[in-house]
Structure formats: structure tokens, C-alpha cells
């Protein structure tokens, strides 16, 4: 790992800390039962290799962290209203008067296509932190088998790569490309077990070569199949799972956040929302605050959005988190957006946290 990376990842590993830190901070009313065993949970998964835990572990914090910034109490794992024996995650409170309830959840499909699911992910990892100041890589995954029973070794693609990278001019480089008119140079076309990728190379134009850089891989082209089982799927099944009735009688509002692992479109949040009628079936669903693709790194900048469910039997304020929202005009059939505080405001970060 360069400095620059090892920079980057204290900065994260010190502000992870503080959120852990608050959270034990704000919940020691019981330390020797549920809330010491909460917190040591969290702490066991956000370690974990399995990407639903991980990231799960994760929103969780980040949300109590994101209530705890607005001045709320927030207790964790309410009784109130809990007929169901299932606990729901925190109960949001102001001068002790309970206000909203809020569940956290991620959106990231069926258990059985984790595996190549995370197999792409560290692949992608692996490629960007190589260290290369001429050259940007472009990756394309032409086929990924969903449910693959084992996936294919990158050691000897990714060796390929790095000596590549160290080894080719880039000048020479744009001048094959420009000679065959091509945007960028087929480097590697993997093709292994039904997992088939293509990768390029792209040069660094001279006067950008010296510029520090936080990764080479650009952002990857995805099989065209995968639109409904990243993001719709995944996504009703996330909020089917928090839906009210699972959890006891609510008469609060109840806010079910959702990080979606993989990013999702207004459009196709939309569609899930209002042309699929769970907000119009989920009355006791007051707002969904939609992530897109929140990892620790892009805190500042990746904020969620809160969509208020014009249906609702207990509405959400609309000041209660300062973060932009969609409001629903049953006149009009449209959304109306209202602008709010980015991640950087609200978590009083740089706008380009961990890199500056």
C-alpha cells in the first residue's frame, strides 16, 4: 500500500472509531446485556469478509451516527411497540419524547450470487491499487455466472497486469491507439469457468502522469442482465423483509433505510415505491432513506435521500434529518426534490475526505 493509501485508510480507520466510540458512549443505560452484545456484534461483522455483513455493520453505525449529529437520543433496540419479538434497530427521541423509529438494511440480492459477487469486488480492488502513474485500466465484465459454485484465481491475471503496467511506454501506447482508432488497448481478455472479463489499457496524458492519483480502474461496465437482479430484487426484498408488521404495532413514524450495494436509478426507485404500490400497501412505512453504494470512503459525498411515502398513517416531519428528500404530489404523479446537506456538512468533513 502507497502513503498516500495508508493516509487515506487512517483517516477512515480514526473516524470509524469515534462513530464506534459515540455509539457506546450514547447506550451504557444497560452495558452488561443488549447494548454491550449490540455493539460487539457490529463490531464482529463490520470485521467480517462476507460483504453482507460487512457493509450492513457498516449503514447501522452510520445511521445511529447520522441521528446522534441531529441531537436526537437514540435508543437502540426499543421494547416499545415490539409485539412481535423481533427487535428493530434504534428509536429516535427529542427532550424524551419518542418521534420515529428507523431499521437499517442493504440491498444486495440473493445469498447465492455473493460469491461471484465479492469475487468481482476484490478483483476490481485489487486492480485499482495498483500503482501505475501512466496508465488508467478500464474493466468489462462480459459474463459472470450469478450463482457460480467456485470462481477462478486472479493471482496470475493480476501479475500480468502490474508487469504490464510497469513495463509498457505509454506514448507508444496512444500511437497504436490512434493508428487503429481505438479509446483505449485490449490488455487482457480473461476468460475462465464462465467468468469472462475484458480489460484496457489507457494512457495518462504526459502533463497528468506526475498527478497523485486514489486508483487507476475506472468505473465497470456490468452484463446488461444483472439491472434487475442488482437493483429491483434485491431492493423489494429488503424493504418486504422491514416491513411493519414483522416487528409489533407502530404509532410512530418509521423510517426503513437502504443501502443499495449496487447503485440504483430515481427512476427504478420509483418504480419500486410507487408503480409496485409498497408504499401505497406499507402504510406504517413512513420514508425510505435511500444509500447508493455508501462505503466508508465516499461518506462525504455518496448521501442518502429520504422518500416520503405520500400514504403514510404517521408521516415524517420533514425537518427531521437534514438530508435531501423526494416528496410525492398525488395531483401531479411526480416527485418534487428539496436539496439538502451533504455528508461532508452534516459529518463536518472535506468534501474530497479521506484524500484531503
Not at 449503514?59 to 449529529?69: A, G, Q
Not at 502522469?209 to 486508483?215: I, L, N, S, Y
Request: charge should be negative.
Amino acid at each position: 500500500m502507497n502513503e498516500s493509501a495508508r493516509f487515506q485508510q487512517e483517516r477512515i480507520r480514526t473516524l470509524l472509531e469515534q462513530w464506534f466510540a459515540d455509539f457506546a458512549r450514547m447506550n451504557q443505560t444497560d452495558p452488561l446485556t443488549k447494548f454491550q452484545d449490540k455493539l460487539r456484534n457490529i463490531c464482529i461483522e463490520f470485521r467480517s469478509e462476507d460483504t453482507r455483513k460487512h457493509r450492513g455493520a457498516f449503514f447501522e453505525i452510520y445511521c445511529h451516527e447520522l441521528l446522534r449529529t441531529q441531537g436526537y437520543i437514540v435508543e437502540v433496540e426499543p421494547t416499545r411497540g415490539m409485539t412481535k419479538g423481533r427487535s428493530i434497530d434504534f428509536l429516535a427521541y427529542r427532550e424524551e419524547i419518542p418521534l420515529f423509529y428507523l431499521e437499517a438494511a442493504i440491498s444486495i440480492g440473493d445469498k447465492a450470487k455473493d460469491k461471484s459477487l465479492v469475487w468481482l469486488d476484490n478483483l476490481c480492488d485489487s486492480l485499482d491499487k495498483l500503482d501505475s502513474s501512466n496508465f488508467r485500466l478500464e474493466m468489462v465484465a462480459i459474463n459472470i455466472p450469478l450463482k457460480a459454485t467456485k470462481t477462478p484465481s486472479t493471482k496470475i491475471l493480476l501479475e500480468y497486469v502490474e508487469k504490464q503496467l510497469a513495463e509498457r511506454d505509454p506514448d507508444e501506447v496512444f500511437s497504436q491507439m490512434k493508428e487503429q482508432g481505438l479509446p483505449s488497448l485490449l490488455l487482457s481478455d480473461f476468460d475462465e469457468d464462465e467468468f469472462k472479463i475484458e480489460i484496457y489499457l489507457r494512457p495518462v496524458s504526459p502533463e497528468r502522469r506526475q498527478t497523485a492519483t486514489e486508483g487507476i480502474l475506472s468505473p465497470i461496465g456490468y452484463p446488461a442482465e444483472w439491472s434487475y437482479d442488482r437493483e429491483l430484487k434485491p431492493l423489494f426484498n429488503s424493504l418486504d423483509d422491514k416491513r411493519p408488521s414483522r416487528y409489533g404495532d407502530f404509532d410512530l413514524s418509521y423510517i426503513i433505510a437502504v443501502d443499495a450495494v449496487n447503485t440504483m436509478s430515481p427512476n427504478n426507485i420509483s418504480d419500486t415505491l410507487i408503480n409496485q404500490r409498497y408504499f401505497e400497501k406499507h402504510l406504517k412505512v413512513s420514508a425510505i432513506l435511500m444509500a447508493n453504494e455508501l462505503i466508508p470512503s465516499a461518506i462525504p459525498r455518496n448521501t442518502p435521500v429520504l422518500w416520503h411515502n405520500p400514504f403514510a398513517a404517521y408521516p415524517l416531519d420533514r425537518d427531521a434529518l437534514p438530508l435531501s428528500q423526494r416528496i410525492w404530489d398525488t395531483q401531479t404523479s411526480q416527485w418534487s426534490f428539496i436539496e439538502g446537506k451533504t455528508g461532508a456538512e452534516i459529518f463536518h468533513l472535506d468534501e474530497k475526505w479521506p484524500d484531503e
